[in-house]
């Protein structure tokens, strides 16, 4: 590593954390209902909502009314995102007319952007209408980071009340993350990125000539528009030159801010944040990376400013810190080696001043090797997913670390709200264990862990992992599952399993290698992320109206502090531990075995 | 239940019109006031006002005068800007390594004098397909090729190299970088 790769990793993280507890104060405010600088121009908007939803905003829910109410709003966006996708070539802002979506990529589509996982089957700018990208999914890029808001602010309620059956107002908490929270930052950072040249426009695409004609072989069609064969049975090819070029172009900026803030990361074209119009410049990279921690950074404080005891807050974000900055460290070097094959070659894989080295296979140059890596242990961490290169090229190791990330259960800040909602599970799971070492009743933040919210608590941490393991090994048991992989050997098995833990812990990111647009993919990946969406948040509601009816125990002798460094390691432990003890026999067959055969070769 | 329905689906389309209609149109309307060169698409014009590619958006280039971008794995041609793609290609595939052979050897080819090793980012595709850029060692490695198809001193390429280079962001985000687009239209221009 370099030392501006040091510099820049720094810079980072140092900007991140220091955006924490502003952003984390402001958030706190808007929850509790308190005024904040945005209420002149958006409570009457706000208002305006409530009286044409017939909401009436100081009505408490109970958990149940709560958890319908999240369901039956995110139903409502699956039908409509499907809708869209499927009648898009009747509907308008269509300039490019594109047909209507296939039923399971459009389901697939659909339940991926309703459950904030954003795994991208499609390739955005041969398959989205313009009205598709904003009325389906960047709608939903709000709607579902916002529900995930909500369903966090429930539960820390949960900690905060006491003696009650209540745990807030949903829809409430869906509107005020929504208008005071997410838009706000979005339009901010949508026009910066237009700076930069993120392109934002409704018009058609862009005819341009090239410079060097480009000629190339393709199936030569009939008349019907059938590829022709010849006597043999092999497609005949016709030569063809390319003397122009195509630049697609469309509202890309709004769907993209919104995409990195609200951990969404469903791309607007098929290459996501690599494309040279999604993330033009390494100012850009900048802040499209910065805002996909930001939110979930600052939510710690958030949470230690609502139960009262900002240290609290602090002790959960130096965890997932500890575990980030631990990883950059490693995944940076792995992609700066370079790729041993190529070194018995004439090239040059090493870091100068004038080029970045490294394995550059699927990466940009702008970014090189740094914020490649960089970006991927980010997006990784939190359950985003967009990416700024190719994860299917980088090195095994360095391929197996966002695998990992992603199976650890997107509690490393994870997605907006799921995120700490996550790791507040495995604080209760750590409170327990200790609790056990030490034979005292396990508490948190003054409530009695019991065997409802351990059982609550379980079930969150083990159905990814279910999910995971389970569809990878039907999906590499059968013919269609097999047919799709692309890489030979150890790799096409990472393929899978990448899928399925993105799918499983809602990322969204991929080995892009797999062909995932299929019946059988798209089919099993949705339900994948239905069931690591809502067997996650269900649970974690139960045990916020559990909590609230608890009365709150006052610290005494045998209370365990969850504010100091000795717990901030037993949480990390804890993540570890399940993480590792869960996947490790899996990671062994895909990248750990092709890392052996690498080094091997030589 | 039936309020919780009715709230649910004035709820949906109230924030639907304010997201997915409103917010875009306004970020619409801001840019095109804003920066409407770089929120249509970075285009560049020739001296007559004739487009004549994007800033950010690749070309593909194979002769011996051009300086050559990245590989590029769209398809059904290279630099294909309406359907972006990496090549996904694992990192030890075989079909990863015979492509790195085969552009070596084309770049071998072209200029068989130089015996310089051969930076990483000219022989392996990039990520979007589209990259508008290379490192400035890789702009280096190609200058005794065009020199020599050109005719022309390398000097005057070097100097060419240097006013289509970018330095990092703010002197340390990202990579230097040198656009290859906007250099082969420096020199076509020498003549």
């Known amino acids: 590593m370099t030392s501006n790769s040091y510099f820049q990793i720094i810079v980072y993280i140092v900007t991140l954390l220091a955006l924490a507890k502003p952003l984390g104060w402001y958030m706190a405010r808007v929850y509790e209902g308190e005024s904040v600088g945005l209420n002149r ?7 305006l909502i409530y009286r044409l939803s017939g909401v009436n905003p100081n009505e408490e829910m109970r958990w149940t009314d709560y ?139 862009r005819s341009v000539p090239l410079i060097e004609t480009v000629s190339y072989e393709q199936p030569k069609l009939g008349a019907d528009g059938v590829a022709l064969q010849d006597a043999a049975g092999k497609p005949i090819m016709e030569s063809v030159e390319a003397k122009e070029q195509v630049i697609a172009v469309g509202p890309a900026a709004s769907q993209i801010a919104i995409k990195q803030l609200g951990t969404n990361g469903g791309g ?55 575990i980030l900055v631990a990883l950059i460290f490693v995944e940076v070097p792995l992609e700066q080696i370079g790729n041993p094959a190529l070194a018995s070659l004439s090239v040059d894989q090493s870091a100068t001043v004038s080029q970045s080295g490294g394995n550059m296979e699927g990466k940009e140059t702008r970014f090189g090797i740094t914020n490649s890596a960089l970006w991927a242990i980010v997006t990784t961490a939190a359950s985003n997913g967009s990416v700024n290169a190719m994860h299917d090229s ?21 997605g907006v709200g799921s995120g700490l909602y996550g790791m507040i599970m495995f604080a209760i799971v750590a409170v327990f264990v200790s609790g056990l070492m030490i034979g005292r009743t396990p508490e948190y933040l003054g409530k009695k862990i019991e065997a409802y919210e351990m059982k609550m608590a379980a079930i969150t941490i083990l159905i990814p992992p279910l999910v995971v393991l389970g569809g990878t090994a039907l999906a590499v048991m059968i013919d269609v599952g097999k047919a799709s992989v692309f890489n030979p050997g150890a790799h096409g098995f990472s393929e899978v399993l990448y899928a399925f833990s993105s799918a499983g812990n809602n990322n969204g990111s991929a080995f892009g290698g797999l062909s995932a647009n299929t019946p059988f993919y798209n089919s099993l990946l949705g339900v994948a992320m239905l069931f690591s969406r809502y067997w996650l948040a269900i649970p974690v509601l139960a045990i916020a109206g559990s909590l609230a009816a608890k009365k709150i125990v006052p610290v005494g002798l045998g209370t365990l502090p969850t504010h100091t460094p000795l717990f901030v390691a037993l949480l990390i432990g804890t993540v570890l531990m399940v993480g590792a003890l869960t996947f490790v026999p899996a990671l062994a067959l895909g990248p750990v075995v092709e890392h052996l055969q690498m080094i091997g070769a030589k | 239940m039936i309020k919780s329905l009715k709230a649910a689906i004035v709820l949906f389309i109230l924030l639907s019109v304010l997201t997915g209609v409103i917010y875009p149109a306004v970020v619409t309307g801001l840019a095109q006031l804003l920066f409407s060169q770089q929120a249509n698409g970075s285009l560049i014009n020739d001296s007559s006002g004739k487009v004549t590619g994007s800033r950010l958006i690749g070309q593909s280039f194979s002769s011996p005068g051009h300086f050559w971008g990245r590989p590029s794995a769209t398809g059904p041609f290279p630099y294909n800007a309406g359907a972006s793609s990496g090549s996904n290609l694992g990192p030890t595939n075989p079909a990863l390594i015979e492509a790195v052979k085969t552009r070596i050897q084309a770049l071998k080819d072209a200029d068989p004098d130089n015996q310089a090793p051969i930076p990483v980012d000219l022989i392996t595709s990039s990520g979007s397909g589209l990259d508008p850029h290379i490192s400035p060692a890789a702009a280096e490695y190609q200058i005794s090729r065009v020199a020599k198809a050109h005719d022309v001193k390398p000097e005057i390429l070097r100097a060419l190299i240097d006013a289509n280079t970018e330095d990092r962001q703010w002197g340390f985000i990202g990579e230097p970088r040198v656009n290859v687009l906007t250099l082969n239209l420096a020199v076509d221009a020498l003549h």
């Not at chain 1, 391929?399 to 994870?414: D, K």
């Open chain 1, 41 to 47: 121009l958006l409570a009457p908007i706000e208002t």
């Open chain 1, 67 to 205: 958890a319908v109410s999240f369901l039956i709003f995110n139903l409502l966006g699956v039908l409509a995102v499907f809708a869209l996708q499927r009648l898009q070539a009747y509907l308008p802002f269509n300039p490019q007319s594109l047909p209507g979506v296939s039923s399971d990529s459009a389901f697939n589509t659909a339940v991926s952007f309703a459950t904030n996982t954003n795994w991208q089957g499609y390739s955005g700018e041969v398959t989205m209408s313009y009205l598709t990208q904003m009325l389906g999914l960047t709608v939903q890029n709000f709607v579902s980071a916002a529900a995930g808001m909500a369903t966090l602010v429930a539960l820390i309620r949960g900690f905060t009340r006491r003696n009650t059956d209540t745990i807030g107002n949903f829809w409430v908490d869906l509107t005020r993350s929504t208008l005071y929270i997410l838009m706000p930052l979005s339009l901010i950072l949508a026009l910066v990125l237009v700076g930069q040249g993120v392109v934002q426009t409704f018009s058609p695409y």
């Open chain 1, 268 to 322: 607007f074209f098929n290459v996501n944040s690599a494309h040279p119009l999604e993330n033009p410049t390494p100012l850009s990279n900048f802040l499209e990376m910065l805002s996909i921690l930001l939110i979930p950074a600052a939510l710690c404080y958030t949470f230690g400013m609502m139960v009262g005891d900002t240290r609290q807050g602090w002790a959960i974000l130096a965890a997932m810190t500890l």
């Open chain 1, 394 to 414: 980088f090195t095994p190791i360095g391929g197996m670390i966002p695998m990992w990330l992603m199976q650890l259960g997107e509690v490393i800040f994870g």
